[in-house]
Structure formats: C-alpha cells, structure tokens
C-alpha cells in the first residue's frame, strides 16, 4: 500500500523530545503532544504506554498484521484512539521499520485528522547518525503532505540523523546528562547551551520553528 492524496497545503506536525533516561520524555508525549481525540499510533518497544493515555485506553499489539488492521479500522473512523505496537521479543531496526512502514501506506493527505506517531527510542532503531533510511526517512521528509505527524524521542542528539532535527518543526529539549550534549543542542536548535543545562526532570523547553518557551510537566 502507499499513502494516499498528496496536500502540500498541511502544516508541518513533526517533534522530537530529546532528553537523558528518566527527565520525562514519555511524560511530555502524554501531557503535551496528544488528546483524547487524536488518531494516536505508538512504537512502544518497552511497554511505556500502558493503560489510560490522554483519556483514552492504549489497544497494544504484539503482532504486526493485527496492529496494521486495528490502525485501517480506527483510521475510518471519527472517534479518537491510541494503539500501540508492543513486540514481545527485543526489537530491532528491522521491527521499527516494519512500523514506519505500515504508518507510511496509511497517509492520507485528506484525512480529517492528523495521524500522530509516537517513535520511542529512535537511536536504538537507527543504523547511523546519517541520513534517515527506510520508512521512518520517508514519514520524517514527505509524511507531511500525507497528514503524519511523527513525535521522535531519544537521549542524545549526536546518536540521532540530523533528518529528525532538519524536519521537525517543534523541539522538545528536556534534561541532559552532559554539558557536551547541551552545547550540541545548541548548535542544532540555537536555544542557548546554559538554558538547556538548567534543566531537571520533568523540565522542559518547546521549540516552535525558532521562538521558544519553558515549562514544567505536572501530574
């Protein structure tokens, strides 16, 4: 299958939360990114959405055609959801693709709601810092057009495609472990190296094209 109706007229949806273990990244996708209403898709390799996520219960698939056809069966719908593909065995670049993959062949260019795509440890799913490959290459440069919008988290930015970076409109910079990844960040986003480095958990900074903001997750 390949994603359907071209618009060239949407919106850039792309985000990456960047941030060490434990500052709060899956808490910022739950709190900050998505709603009960949204069309919600998640890569979860380590069961991090469980139960109720933004008022909505995570549906989890272990198997990868069953994900693909809970995802065609609430795309057709109007009422909001969230489905997670949660492999049981260790994943791999092969598994995340395979992911992308299925998100990529369900993009509608003139589908009412954005397809939201939570891409959790993108690092740990990549072959290099280079260039984005396969599907999630394809979602990050073109998805736009087809009404994805892909959520990319990981821990530090030098171990990530500069892809995500290029082509993600909104940043979310949370806690780093070194001044070296701060100092990076800053180079790649241009929020000042010193901000970043205040940062503690739950602490973050948005990014919107170039105006930015703090903020703090509460629960």
Request: glycine residues 10%.
């Amino acid at each position: 299958m390949q994603p359907v109706n071209p618009n060239n007229e949407l919106k850039n949806g792309h985000i990456f939360a960047v941030g060490m273990s434990g500052c709060g990244k899956t808490s910022a996708v739950k709190k900050l990114f998505i709603k009960a209403s949204d069309h919600v898709a998640f890569f979860d390799p380590v069961g991090d959405y469980q139960g109720k996520v933004a008022g909505g219960v995570v549906r989890g698939y272990s198997n990868l055609k069953a994900f693909a056809s809970a995802l065609i069966a609430g795309r057709k719908t109007k009422q909001g959801f969230k489905i997670a593909y949660q492999p049981k065995h260790e994943t791999t670049v092969k598994d995340f693709d395979a992911f992308c993959g299925v998100i990529w062949a369900l993009g509608n260019g003139k589908h009412k709601k954005p397809f939201k795509v939570i891409c959790e440890e993108v690092a740990e799913h990549s072959l290099n810092a280079g260039k984005a490959t396969g599907y999630h290459g394809k979602l990050l440069r073109l998805g736009r057009k087809f009404n994805v919008h892909t959520i990319n988290l990981f821990q530090r930015g030098q171990e990530v495609s500069k892809t995500i970076v290029d082509n993600c409109q909104r940043a979310c910079v949370m806690m780093q472990k070194t001044k070296a990844s701060a100092v990076y960040l800053e180079k790649m986003t241009g929020i000042p190296s010193k901000e970043i480095e205040q940062l503690e958990p739950l602490d973050y900074i948005l990014q919107d094209g170039k105006q930015f903001k703090t903020g703090v997750i509460k629960w």
